[in-house]
DNA sequence: AGAGTTGGTTAGTAAACTTTACTAACTGAC
DNA sequence: GTCAGTTAGTAAAGTTTACTAACCAACTCT
C-alpha cells in the first residue's frame, strides 16, 4: 500500500540559519508593525529571544532602514528607561495599484498603515487593446512612483483575473490580457520589487492586516464580476492552479436562474454582479429591498458550505456602498446563519469592507509589506 | 487607519538554531518516507543541503533508530558506490484507532507505510454512557500496544465529534462525549505520544500521505452523519475553532427537503447520511439509481463553491462501498463539473477513496508520522 | 544616599551549517 | 594492468546565529 512516488515536501528546500535570522527578523517587524513602538526588552518578552539577540535584530533592522529609534518612553517606573524602536512608518512609502475597474485605472502612493497620500489615474479608452492597457498601467506606475516624497518599499498591484505565482496575469479578459508578465515588466520599468495579485486577493489581504479580526476571513468582492478571497489559518489560499476564489461561475441553487455570459444558467454572478443588480434595482422601481435581498440570499446560498467547511469566523463583502451596505448584507447575514449549524453561526460575523474604494489600493500596499517584511 | 491592536503573529514564536535542525531531520525522513531509499548524496542533492550536513543528519537519525542503512546499491557506474538510506521502514510500528462506527470500535498495528498488521476490536453496549466508551477505548488501545512486535512511534486515534488542539474532544455527540481529555488520558496510560483527531480528518490524511494526489483535496465522509477533511496546499485546515469539515448541517439546494435531527430542513446529512440512503434505497425497491443520484447531486451542489473558492484539485468520497461507488459516485462528478467553470473542471479528479474500511485507521497511523517525524 | 529595578551592552560559548580538502572505491580506456 | 576520471563520504576549519553570564546605565523609592 506504500506510494513512493517522487513528490512534495513539506517545506520545499532545507532551513539555513540565514533563513532563521530572516524568519526573527521578520518577526521583530511583525511585532513592531501590529504592536506599535515597544522597547528591545518588550521585543525580548514577546517574541520569547534574549534581549542581547534582539538587540542585534533590532540593529540590522535599523542599519536596513526598515527600524527606527523613536527616544526614550516617557512611561515612569523604576529602572532605566526605555528606548523605543518602531518600524520606520514615516520614511518609507508604497505604491499601490488598483486595475479593476474596466474604464479608468488607478494608482497612489501610501504609507506602511495603508493611508493614500497621492493618487492618480488613467482612462481607458472603451476599445483598446491589451498591449494600450499595457502600456497605460506602465505609464500611470511611473507616474506614481514619481510622485513619492520617500523611498519606495515595492509596488503592489491588484488586478482582475488569474495572476500566476511569479506574477505573471496568466488571464484577464477584462484587460485583454494572457500571459502578460506584468511583475517582470513592471519590476523592469520601476527597479523596485512589484508584487502583483488578483484583486480580490488584494482586498483580503487589506482586510486581514489592516482590519482586527481573526484568522480565517473570506472576502467577495462584487463588481462588474463576482470574485473572492481567502485567508485561511493566517495563509492566503492561491489553490492548485493560482484559480482560487473564482466562484463568479459557480451554479447556485436548484430552481434555474438567468443565462450567464459563460453559457450556463444560475452562476453567482448572474445574480449578483453590479451591472446587474444595478439593472434589477432600475427595473424594479421604488423595491429596492426585493433584489437586493435575492442577491443576498443567493450569496449566502453559495457561501455556507465554504464557511463550514473551513471554519471560517469572517465573511467580508465588498462592493459599491449602496449595493452591498444594506439588504444584501443583512441578507446574507440572516440567510448564512439559518443555513448552517447555530453552534457554528454563532462566532461567524459578517460586514462590509470598510472603504470599499480604496481596498484594493490599500490591499496591493500590503501585498508588499507581506513580501518585502513578512509582516500579516 | 492604522490598527495597532496586538495581534497574531506569522509564526507563534522565534526560530532558534535548534528548530531549524528539526526541520531539517523532518526533511531527511520525508525525502526517504517519499522517495523510497536513496544514498547521503541523492538526499544533498534534493534537499539543497551539502553532504557533509546530510551526513550529519543521518547519523543522527540513524543514531535515534529513525532512519537504516541498507547496504550498497547495485547501480552500476563510476564512482564509489552508494551507501544506501532509508527510513527504517520495517523496525517501528504505529497503533491506530478507529472510534468512529457506534456498534463497535476498532484499533490495528500498522507498519509506517500504513499496512494493517494486527487488528482488534470491541463492541459497545448499545446504551453505554461516555464514561464506559472511554473505558472501552481505553482497554481497546492497551490491547491493541500489546499486539505490536516492534517499538511504537505512538498512538492515533480517528474520533467522530469536534476535536481540539490539544487532543481534547470537545464534543462527540454520538460517543456520549463533551471535554474529554483524551490523548492526555491515552499517553499516561501507554507512555507514547498520542495523537487524536476527528474521524474525516485522519482519513484525508491517510489519503493525502499515502495516496499520491497533489496538495489541495476535499475527502467528505459519509457514515452516521456526514463531515469532510480539508487539505489546502498541503496543511490540514483545522478551523478557526477547530469545527472545520462540518458540513453535515450545512443545508442544500433552494427546494425544502426532510426534517433533520438538527431542527432544519434540507441539511445534508439528511439527503446523505449512509442510514438514510439506505432507508431510501429500500424503499424505492428496484430503482437503486434514483435515491443514489440525488444524493450525489446535493453532494456536488454543496461541493461546487468549495471546490471552486479553494482551487481543489481532488474530490473524494468515503463510505460504504455499495453507497458510494457508483451511481453517487457519478452524479457527484457530473453535477460538480456542470456547476462549475469548465476552465477549472478540467483538472478535478473526484474519486473514491481507495480501502475505505480501513482509511481512518491508516490515516490516524499516519498522523503518528505527521507529528513525529514532520514527514506528509 | 543607598537599595532595588529595569534597559541595554559586552564577552564568551554552543549549535548548525558552510567551504575546502581529503580518502575510498568504482568504471573505462589504452 | 595501470592510470585518468568520477562519485560517495569524511575531516577540519570557519561563519553565522542565538545563548548565558556578567556588567554598566539610569531611573524610583525609601
Redo the contacts with the bound molecule.
Sequence with gaps: MASRSPRRLQHDS?????D??????SLVLQALYTGGAM????LA?RL????????????ALIERGQAVELG?SDV??????????DVNRTGLHVVGVDLTAHEVIRAAVLDLDGNVLHRCERALGGSSTGDDVLADVLALVTEAVGLATEPLLGVGVGTPGVVGPDGDVLTAPNLGWTDVPLRALLAEATGLPVLVCNDADAAVHAEYTLGDGGDDLILVKIGLGVGCGLIVAGRRVRGAHFAAGEIGHVTVGTDGGELCSCGNVGCLETWLSAPRLQKALADSGTDTEGPLRAAGERLAIALAPVVAALGLTEVVLAGPHELVDGSLLRAVDETLRRRMLARNASTLEVRVAADADDIVLRGAAVLVLWDQWGVA
Tied chains: 1, 2.
Design positions: 532545507a532551513v539555513l540559519p540565514a532563521g535570522r530572516r524568519q526573527n527578523l522597547s528591545r526588552a518588550d518578552r520569547q529571544l534574549t534581549k542581547v539577540t534582539v538587540s542585534d535584530l533590532v540593529a526614550q515612569v517606573r523604576p529602572g532605566k528607561p526605555a528606548t523605543l524602536v
